[in-house]
């Protein structure tokens, strides 16, 4: 009998009172059955007013982290535990605590993509969507260590003038485009604007008609009088581009080594492990209550700076 997954994963959210929070990068047939699909700041609001027992987070790890960090009283439970991110992966907690130690008096704002840990080391924490307003209230006076992307962070450098120490991290996806790949696509739809993440070089980004986090590419491309564009991110943004701006066109950005542009960790994520999640509630996000506190002081900090 083939199993109708979609439904089982509905059934089970009723029977569990769960709330499904899915990011723009997940699969077609997650972002249907979701409550709410998001970019990383949105997913962080939404997750801080739940009101269900139960967060389904469908993304990777350091977003279901993050909404339990805002959430604490909320049972969070992610699809597939092993859905990480190589750019939070590139700055350990350990790590930065030693930098830090010996180069006392950083302000550190670190982009979402991190683990708990290094939140905890964290003075206030940015998404791509709000990067350069946080970057911008940082106290003048103080000497800022960005991490762990160093393509956003030079991205926001350009944008708000702030010198800052750059973590040199980055993801897997976004430095697989490359200046000659977007060049060539874009001179064979030379009327499409160019739209890429913040996480892409700078090489690529010089190329972009549009640089912006993943959720405001839907009002950009949505105000726009364009017809087509190309969009220069992982490829779960063009289906909720497709669905929130009918009758447009987009395009996927080539990626260089391979005909994809899939986050390897966004796509363990599928419908049979939402529903074994909510069947058994694992995997769930378990954190130490005095990490919980330490992390989420520098999240409050950056929700409170951008509403
Ligand atoms: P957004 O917050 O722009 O959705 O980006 C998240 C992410 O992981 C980009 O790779
Ligand atoms: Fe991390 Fe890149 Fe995947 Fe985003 S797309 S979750 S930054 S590995």
Not at 10 to 33: F, G, M, P, S, W
Not at 66 to 91: E, F, Q, W, Y
Not at 250 to 267: E, L, Q, S, V, W
């Amino acid at each position: 009998m083939n199993t109708d997954w979609r439904e089982r994963v509905r059934q089970l959210k009723r029977e569990r009172n769960a709330v499904i929070l899915a990011h723009n990068y997940q699969t077609a047939d997650i972002q249907e059955v979701a409550d709410y699909v998001g970019d990383s700041l949105g997913l962080s609001y939404r997750a801080q007013a739940a009101d269900a027992d139960v967060i389904l987070f469908c993304g990777v790890h350091f977003m279901a982290e993050t909404a339990k960090i805002v959430n604490p009283r909320k049972t969070v439970i992610l699809p597939d535990a092993s859905a990480g991110c190589s750019l939070a992966d590139s700055c350990p907690a350990d790590e930065l605590k030693k930098y830090l130690a010996a180069h006392p008096g950083k302000y550190v704002v670190s982009y979402i993509n991190c683990s708990a840990g290094v939140k905890a080391l964290s003075d206030v924490i940015c998404t791509s969507g709000n990067a350069v307003n946080i970057v911008n209230r940082a106290p003048a006076d103080r000497d800022l260590l960005f991490l762990p992307d160093q393509n956003l962070g030079e991205w926001v450098t350009q944008k708000t003038g702030r010198r800052m120490e750059l973590w040199r991290g980055n993801c897997h996806v976004h430095v697989e485009f490359t200046h000659a790949g977007i060049q060539k696509i874009r001179d064979q739809y030379p009327a499409a604007p160019v739209v890429a993440h913040p996480e892409c070089t700078r090489a690529v980004r010089l190329l972009a008609d549009e640089v912006c986090s993943t959720e405001k590419m839907i009002d950009y491309c949505r105000r726009s009088p364009s017809a087509a564009f190309i969009i220069v991110t992982e490829s779960g943004m063009l289906h909720r581009l497709r669905r929130e701006v009918p009758g447009k066109t987009f395009i996927a950005g080539p990626t260089a080594r391979c005909a994809c542009n899939d986050c390897r960790y966004m796509k363990l994520n599928t419908l049979e492990k939402m529903a074994a999640a909510l069947a058994t509630l694992t995997p769930r996000v378990e954190l130490p209550d005095d990490l919980i506190v330490s992390a989420a002081a520098p999240i409050q900090r950056m929700l409170d700076w951008s509403r």
